[in-house]
């Protein structure tokens, strides 16, 4: 028992030195550099969000005339992507992916839907401030189908959004945002007329959430 209890006593006391030792500086009163930290991987982020869209600029094919006609629509969106900038508590910036899918009704003419996909970039202006304004712009595909109409519309897609993020936690936050949304379609297969342009500008107000910095 007694040879026990030595040994124990002399393993805490050799600890103890060595701690004493390593907690000393360095020769010539230089204190060791720590050793830098790396992240091993970007912040993720994502949102969803619900907006109303009206249709300013329309020349879908929604009669046989082909007469424009303004559009009311429903937009449901989601957005993946990972933060590149304001690691280190600056205003953060998100690239990702995003995706929308567009339901226009119409009383007197054909419905119209559409899904859009794309990248995105959203910047905050802030990271200390509740209540933040930030920018967002997206490039991507847009496919658009006219019910009573063959074939579809495949163009270009483009979107310009400014909006605020309110923090409700450390990472969740209620967005709201004013967004201009455009979908270039120079043709549409259409069965009984030549192909014509059948572009359509909106302007769209959104509420969703949005999970990250």
């Known amino acids: ?100 899918f567009l339901f226009q009704p119409a009383r007197e003419t054909r419905d119209s839907y559409g899904l859009i996909y794309g990248v995105f970039a959203k910047h905050s202006f802030s990271s200390r401030l509740r209540v933040r ?25 483009t979107r310009i959004a400014f909006g605020v993020d309110t923090r409700l936690d450390e990472r969740l936050h209620l967005s709201l945002a004013a967004t201009y949304q455009g979908i270039m379609m120079p043709n549409f297969a259409l069965a009984d007329v030549p192909a014509r342009d059948t572009s359509f500008h909106s302007c769209v107000l959104s509420i969703g959430v949005w999970f990250g910095a």
Not at 139 to 153: D, H, I, N, S, Y
Request: aromatic share 10%; net charge positive; glycine share 16%.
């Open 133 to 157: 304004p930030y920018f967002s712009y997206g490039l991507g595909a847009a496919q658009v189908w006219v019910t009573q109409v063959g074939g579809r519309g495949i163009g270009h897609a």
């Open 1 to 100: 028992m007694k040879r026990c209890a030595y040994l124990i006593v002399w393993a805490v006391l050799a600890l103890m030195s060595a701690r004493s030792a390593a907690a000393q500086p360095a020769p010539g009163g230089a204190v060791p550099a720590a050793t830098p930290t790396r992240a091993d991987r970007a912040p993720r982020a994502y949102g969803f969000t619900l907006g109303g869209s009206y249709a300013f600029v329309n020349r879908l094919p929604l009669t046989e005339n082909g007469h424009a006609r303004h559009l009311a629509g429903v937009l449901i969106g989601a957005r993946f992507g990972w933060q590149v900038r304001g690691l280190a508590g600056g205003a953060p910036a998100t690239v990702g992916f995003e995706t929308d």
